[in-house]
C-alpha cells in the first residue's frame, strides 16, 4: 500500500487573455467567408439573423472561444477554414478597436453600420474583392487590403512590382490602403492545444493601428510611424522589405511595407493610398480620413439645414457652425487654413427659387512627413560653428 500523501492537480479550462492596449472609439470591420463562418460559431441568434455580430474587446473575444467546445481544457483552439480569421480577429483586437465581423460580402453594403475601416483577414480574391466593393459602397470607410507581390516569397523585388491580388493592384479607390506582408505569432495554447506559431497577414494590425491612433491622436494624423505604427506580438516577418524593395513598392504598386527595425521594433512605414492622380495630397491616408471626417461632420449639420428657409440667418448659423468646428481642426493641426462661403454669391436668387443650399467649404489639409534629410557636415577642429 503506497504512504499516505496528498495530490494536487491543476486543469487548465480556458485559453489566457493576452495584453490589448486601452480601448478605442474606433471601428474595423472584416469578413468571414469560411465554412462555417465565425458567426455560425460565435455569434447569437440575432447576429446570424443579421449576418454580422460586433466583438467589444480582445477579452470578450477569448471569452468567446472558452465558452464554446474549441476552448476550454478539452478544446481545439482555432482550428480549419475559420482559423485564420479567428486569428486576424484576435490581433486586431489587440490595438483596443471594436470590431463587427460579418458572413455575407454584401452586409457591410448597409451604411448604417457604422465603421472607420474594413481590413481583410486572408490575403486571396474572395476577401480583397469584398473589401474593395463595400468601400466603393460607403463614403467614409476606409479598406485595409493585404498582398503579396512579385519577389515576396523568394527573390527580390523589382521596380515594376505589382500587388496580388490583381484586383488591388487595378484600383484607382483613395479609400483603399494596401499593406504587404504577413507576420508569424504565437498561437493560443492550454494544455491540450501545442501549436506555437500561427501565420497571418497584417491587414489587421495595420487596421489596429487605426484604432491606435484614433485613440492617442487624431483621425487625420497618419497611422505610420514609430509612435503609431508599432506592430504588436510579432515572431518574426515572413518577409522584411529592403529599403530598395520598399522603394519599389511604395513607388510602383502604392503597397505599404511594414518593416522590422533592428534594435527598435517593427513598424508601418507608409501612408500612401491607391488615389490614381499621384499629385493629389489624396494619395495620403491621413489627408482622406481628414476629409471623410469633415463630410461626415458638415454633413449631419447641412442635414439640420433641410426644410429651412434659405435666408441670411439660416447661411449664418451653418456658417457658424461649420466655421468652429473646422477651427477646432486647425488647432489640432489637421489643416493649416480654411474658409466657408455661405452667402448672397453662391446662393443667388436661381439656387433659392430651385429649392437649393449652396456652401463651399475651402480647406489645406496638413502634409505628413514622408522624407527626412539628416545633414552632417564634418569640420576641422579650428572651424567656426
Not at 465558452?67 to 482555432?78: I, L, R
Request: charged share 20%; hydrophobic share 40%.
Amino acid at each position: 500500500m503506497a504512504r499516505p500523501n496528498v495530490t494536487v492537480s491543476i486543469i487548465d479550462n480556458s485559453f489566457v487573455v493576452a495584453g490589448a492596449e486601452a480601448g478605442s472609439t474606433h471601428i474595423s470591420g472584416m469578413f468571414s467567408l469560411s465554412t462555417p463562418s465565425l458567426v455560425t460559431l460565435f455569434g447569437v441568434t440575432a447576429d446570424k439573423d443579421n449576418d454580422y455580430m460586433t466583438v467589444q474587446s480582445l477579452a470578450d473575444w477569448i471569452g468567446l472561444l472558452n465558452g464554446t467546445t474549441y476552448g476550454g481544457a478539452t478544446g481545439t483552439g482555432p482550428t480549419g477554414d475559420w482559423k485564420q480569421d479567428w486569428y486576424s480577429a484576435y490581433n486586431y483586437l489587440s490595438y483596443g478597436g471594436a470590431l463587427k465581423i460579418a458572413e455575407t460580402s454584401t452586409t457591410f453594403f448597409n451604411t448604417s453600420i457604422e465603421l472607420d475601416t474594413i481590413f481583410t483577414s486572408q490575403i486571396n480574391t474572395a476577401h480583397v474583392s469584398a473589401v474593395l466593393n463595400t468601400i466603393a459602397e460607403r463614403e467614409n470607410t476606409i479598406g485595409v487590403v493585404g498582398v503579396t507581390y512579385a519577389g515576396y516569397a523568394s527573390g527580390t523585388v523589382a521596380s515594376g512590382v505589382t500587388a496580388s491580388p490583381s484586383a488591388a493592384d487595378s484600383t484607382t479607390d483613395n479609400k483603399a490602403f494596401l499593406v504587404g506582408g504577413e507576420k508569424v505569432i504565437l498561437g493560443l495554447s492550454n494544455q491540450t492545444v501545442g501549436e506555437n506559431f500561427v501565420t497571418i497577414p497584417l491587414a489587421s494590425d495595420v487596421a489596429g493601428c487605426f484604432a491606435r491612433t484614433d485613440r492617442d491622436a487624431n483621425v487625420w494624423s497618419s497611422p505610420a510611424g514609430t509612435r503609431r505604427g508599432r506592430i504588436l506580438n510579432v515572431v518574426r516577418l515572413i518577409k522584411n522589405p529592403k529599403a530598395t524593395e520598399q522603394d519599389a513598392l511604395y513607388d510602383d504598386a502604392e503597397i505599404n511595407s511594414v518593416i522590422g527595425i533592428p534594435g527598435e521594433g517593427v513598424y508601418l512605414f507608409g501612408d500612401k493610398t491607391k488615389e490614381a492622380t499621384s499629385t493629389s495630397s489624396l494619395t495620403r491616408v491621413n489627408v482622406v480620413r481628414l476629409i471623410n471626417y469633415i463630410k461626415k461632420t458638415l454633413g449631419r449639420s447641412a442635414r439640420s439645414v433641410l426644410f429651412e428657409v434659405n435666408d441670411a440667418g439660416t447661411r449664418s448659423l451653418f456658417t457658424n457652425a461649420a466655421t468652429g468646428f473646422l477651427q477646432q481642426i486647425k488647432e489640432g493641426r489637421g489643416i493649416f487654413e480654411y474658409k466657408v462661403v455661405c452667402d448672397e454669391s453662391n446662393n443667388t436668387a436661381a439656387i433659392i427659387d430651385s429649392n437649393q443650399f449652396v456652401a463651399d467649404v475651402f480647406i489645406k489639409p496638413t502634409k505628413s512627413v514622408n522624407f527626412v534629410k539628416l545633414r552632417i557636415t564634418n569640420l576641422n577642429t579650428d572651424a567656426v560653428l
